[in-house]
T-cell receptor, first 109, second 114 residues
Framework: KQEVTQIPAALSVPEGENLVLNCSFT??????LQWFRQDPGKGLTSLLL?????REQTSGRLNASLDKSSGRSTLYIAASQPGDSATYLC????????FGAGTILRVKS | DVKVTQSSRYLVKRTGEKVFLECVQD?????MFWYRQDPGLGLRLIYF???????EKGDIPEGYSVSREKKERFSLILESASTNQTSMYLC?????????????FGPGTRLTVL
């Protein structure tokens, strides 16, 4: 059974810092990996999707990498801003996604 | 833009009531999902549907049922609400060719069962 783990559970950084969020999964047979953002009390917003044949995806200040062989993905956020404060979730699968518990990020101004 | 809407943002019901949560998507997606989200447990799949009138159980279907009579609408039903069903419920949809497509989520319904 696929299990997804996110480390750290929570992170607090000063504005402007570059940071890395980690996601690991136990079964490397995945169709894709997706990173989401969730603001308090709200639904999930898709940030990046990496297909199983890809190594990374970029969108603005965000870069996500995927290493299927080691069962790992990282989300890199450059020059963090207070508006980046949210919970970040990774999920793996295809039609059916398995989610990690998330990393709560706080960027202090 | 894909839009997934849910009928209520907040809902308060009493134990034993029958509860309907509605989800509508406007992008003709074949697949629709219901999740619940609880602190420390993350998102867990309750049911999903890959076509009209088709449904499959997810990881935690007990105490829930679903209905999909039209492609754009997927309903989650709590037959007899219990306090342990107090949670955030999230609906999502995705096209049939899921490998290269993102899953889109609604805003969520915060259900409290008293």
């Amino acid at each position: 059974k696929q299990e997804v783990t996110q480390i750290p559970a929570a992170l607090s950084v000063p504005e402007g810092e570059n940071l890395v969020l980690n996601c690991s999964f136990t079964d490397s047979a995945i169709y894709n990996l997706q990173w989401f953002r969730q603001d308090p009390g709200k639904g999930l917003t898709s940030l990046l999707l990496i297909q199983s044949s890809q190594r990374e995806q970029t969108s603005g200040r965000l870069n996500a990498s995927l290493d299927k062989s080691s069962g790992r993905s990282t989300l890199y956020i450059a020059a963090s801003q207070p508006g980046d404060s949210a919970t970040y979730l990774c999920a793996v699968g295809g039609n059916k996604l398995v989610f990690g518990a998330g990393t709560i990020l706080r960027v202090k101004s | 833009d894909v839009k997934v809407t849910q009928s209520s943002r907040y809902l308060v019901k009493r134990t034993g009531e029958k509860v309907f949560l509605e989800c509508v998507q406007d992008m003709d997606h074949e697949n629709m999902f219901w999740y619940r989200q609880d602190p420390g447990l993350g998102l867990r799949l309750i049911y999903f549907s890959y076509d009209v009138k088709m449904k499959e159980k997810g990881d935690i279907p007990e105490g829930y049922s679903v209905s999909r009579e039209k492609k754009e609408r997927f309903s989650l039903i709590l037959e007899s609400a219990s306090t342990n069903q107090t949670s955030m419920y999230l609906c999502a949809s995705i096209p049939q060719s899921a490998g290269a497509n993102e899953q889109f989520f609604g805003p969520g319904t915060r259900l409290t069962v008293l």
